[in-house]
């Protein structure tokens, strides 16, 4: 079981970034995928949240209406759309896959992936 996070790197302020996250060795069309990050020094954060069967996501106030959810259960992979990033937004990236609801926290996600860093900087 695998979920590969990947897409970071450095990006400006108002910039735009596309991260996927890439599952492997189970069903992931079954699971509700979660998106979280975590700064220096800070606690991790839930950033968004896609459930598995009708599409329907869950976005942190600091992210909603700049960050976009999707996911292609084609091709096992879901994505976060990052738009106009701020430095706030510099951070690891982590994605996530479980079986109860959107509002489930890190610790019960049935599969966490290794993270993908995200600089914003000018």
């Known amino acids: 079981v695998q979920l590969q996070a990947s897409g970071g790197g450095s990006v400006q302020p108002g910039g735009s970034l596309k991260l996927s996250c890439a599952a492997s060795?189970?069903?992931?069309?079954?699971?509700?995928i979660g998106w979280f990050r975590q700064a220096p020094g800070k606690a991790r954060e839930r950033v968004s949240c896609?459930?598995?069967?009708?599409?329907?996501?869950y976005y942190a106030e600091s992210v909603k209406g700049r960050f976009t959810i999707s996911r292609d259960n084609a091709k096992s992979t879901a994505y976060l759309q990052m738009n106009n990033v701020k430095l706030e937004d510099t951070a690891v990236y982590y994605c996530?896959?479980?079986?109860?609801?959107?509002?489930?926290?890190?610790?019960?996600?049935?599969?966490r992936g290794q993270g993908t860093l995200v600089t914003v900087s000018s």
């Open positions: 896609i459930s598995s069967d009708d599409g329907t996501t």
């Open positions: 060795g189970f069903t992931s069309d079954y699971y509700n």
């Open positions: 996530a896959a479980q079986l109860l609801d959107l509002t489930t926290t890190w610790s019960d996600y049935n599969y």
